[in-house]
């Protein structure tokens, strides 16, 4: 009795690779059987049955079958019983091997002569920009040949992919070329992309890709074919996302890596790399809450302030920044720079900072601390503002100076004005923040200098910087200016009285209009008398001859005498 085993790709199963076959009988890749032999030369031949598993790689590697023989029963002689005359056991012969191999080849249309396929695999690649959520790339610009990415609001980015298996030399095309088995590309990612999708335009003679990407995204693995035949060409873009890309961020590189199980010696690894700019979308406005202020009453020493009412009229400057890019939270360098008109030229105060808020950010810790309130006053909640009187007095006030030089002035940080820089920086902004500077118009310093001008125009300037540490980051320069009017307080009774010359004009002008009307009366005859013929309406009658009176039939007809007649007389006269 002889025991037989069955056995297929016993290397691959040593490796913990499945297996490409089974046998149909027992559905596993081995089996041991038995058969018996009768006598001397007699033999017996086994016949089973591979069946090829689904959706195999590995096309290019032979499958190895192997059989091993032993004889049922056999043991070793030092177990054997002790006896006279042992019984006479078969054995097999010694310089035979008790195990046969062989190996089943697929089958390679697209290989040479030699059942080799050697293979020419080359890779392109390209950075690319996605328009939204549409499958529309655009090339990034170049930098001394260096691709540049200028991120804004894009949160993705694609890597155009190219693989070509052409021959190197089309003299010799049976030279390389063939049809390369199991080709992939492997593509491994910095921290700051992951792998989102991929997106395939074009295959050549067929599209046959699938990527898959493992847990974290940092890698992923592209199956270009088995085979990626002779003469085929692949276009894909890999879609990565950005949203870990931060300040730190100054280069991306990525490595590519193509395999085959053909035969190719000069697949060495590309790295694809582009440079990184990252420009902040930022939006800067400003308000000045009132925009219109007034200064009057009596002048304080600084000494006698106690609270921030002694000062002057509150003023309250709102800078609004509008983040339409990516979130600053990563960042942390952004700031709000403000250049706030602390003095005039003089030295004397003009607008004494009380306060720094924030709305839509971390902690605002605003730099130099000592520049608000420095004088340490105490912090008033009235926030009543006479800006309803205020307006009234200037309505007044403009309306009888229509005809006078009005005279005005501008405090900004370039002209009459000392300013001291103000450093805020937006530290968690995310889409919307605001930074609300409390300050105080210093009112005995306007009573001192500009009590005789009309009106003075002060203006705050603030801008959005990046320090220059952060050499990636770009932004565009975005200045907001913030005018506030303050008009001096004018005393009611300065217009319970009018100007002589405007009385003088106005006496003049009424009696011009009088003696135009009188004339176009005149002139249109209202001033004439009406005569009594012109009034009393005036009868003619005709006076019939007798010789000219109607005969009938040679006979005078006797005319019937009217009930009434008319008097002539021309010397007559009614007046």
């Not at 149909?24 to 049955?49: I, M, P, Y």
């Amino acid at each position: 009795e002889i025991n037989y085993t069955f056995e297929v790709e016993n290397e691959r199963r040593q490796l913990g690779l499945p297996s490409r076959v089974r046998f149909s009988d027992h559905s596993s890749d081995q089996f041991t059987a038995s058969t018996t032999l009768r006598g001397q030369n007699s033999w017996e031949c086994v016949t089973t049955r591979l069946i090829l598993q689904e959706k195999i790689k590995d096309k290019l590697r032979p499958i190895p079958i192997s059989v091993s023989v032993k004889i049922a029963g056999l043991e070793s002689s030092s177990r054997r019983k002790e006896s006279a005359l042992p019984d006479l056991t078969p054995i097999l012969n010694s310089n035979e091997s008790e195990t046969e191999t062989t190996k089943v080849e697929f089958l390679k249309e697209g290989c040479g002569e030699d059942n080799e396929c050697h293979s020419n695999l080359k890779l392109q690649y390209r950075f690319c920009t996605r328009e939204g959520n549409e499958d529309r790339f655009t090339y990034l610009p170049l930098e001394n040949g260096m691709p540049v990415l200028i991120l804004k609001d894009q949160k993705d980015i694609a890597l155009e992919i190219t693989v070509t298996n052409n021959p190197s030399d089309v003299k010799k095309p049976q030279k390389d070329g063939e049809d390369a088995y199991e080709a992939k590309l492997i593509a491994t990612f910095p921290d700051s992309l992951t792998y989102s999708a991929f997106r395939e335009m074009r295959g050549y003679p067929e599209k046959q890709l699938t990527c898959g990407a493992n847990q974290n995204g940092s890698q992923a693995e592209c199956e270009l074919g088995n085979p990626f035949k002779r003469n085929s060409n692949v276009t894909f873009y890999l879609i990565l996302s950005t949203t870990k890309v931060n300040v730190d961020t100054t280069d991306l590189d990525i490595n590519l890596k193509l395999e085959t199980t053909s035969t190719q010696v000069n697949l060495t690894p590309i790295t694809a790399s582009a440079k990184v700019v990252l420009e902040l979308l930022l939006s800067l406005t400003g308000v000045a809450k009132p925009s219109q202020v007034y200064f009057g009453g009596n002048i304080i020493g600084e000494s006698a302030m106690k609270s921030e009412d002694d000062i002057g009229n509150l003023i309250e400057y709102e800078f609004r920044v509008t983040n339409l890019g990516r979130p600053l939270k990563t960042f942390g360098t952004a700031s709000l720079d403000i250049q706030w008109p602390k003095e005039i030229s003089n030295g004397k105060w003009l607008l004494y900072l009380m306060k720094i808020d924030s709305k839509g950010l971390e902690k605002v810790s605003c730099q130099p601390e000592n520049e608000i309130n420095s004088l340490h006053v105490a912090e008033s909640h009235n926030s009543r503002r006479k800006r309803e009187v205020a307006e009234k007095q200037i309505t007044d006030s403009q309306a009888f100076s229509l005809f006078s030089e009005r005279k005005y002035k501008t405090l900004s940080c370039s002209v009459n004005a000392r300013c001291v820089d103000i450093k805020c920086p937006l530290k968690g902004l995310d889409s919307k923040a605001s930074i609300v500077l409390r300050s105080r118009l210093w009112n005995s310093t306007f009573l001192e200098e500009y009590s005789k001008m009309n009106y003075l125009d002060i203006l705050v300037r603030a801008s959005i910087s990046v320090p220059a540490a952060a050499k990636n980051v770009k932004l565009t320069n975005e200045v907001a200016q913030v005018r506030v009017t303050v008009f001096p307080a004018k005393p009611v009774t300065l217009y319970t009285g009018v100007p002589w010359w405007i009385i003088a004009v106005a006496v003049l002008a009424g009696v011009l209009m009088l003696a135009l009307l009188v004339f176009l009366l005149w002139k249109c005859g209202f001033f004439r008398r009406s005569r009594y013929e012109d009034s009393v309406p005036r009868y003619h009658a005709v006076r019939i001859r007798k010789e000219e009176r109607h005969i009938k039939d040679g006979k005078s007809q006797d005319l019937e005498a009217k009930q009434w007649f008319t008097k002539w007389n021309e010397n007559e006269s009614y007046s």
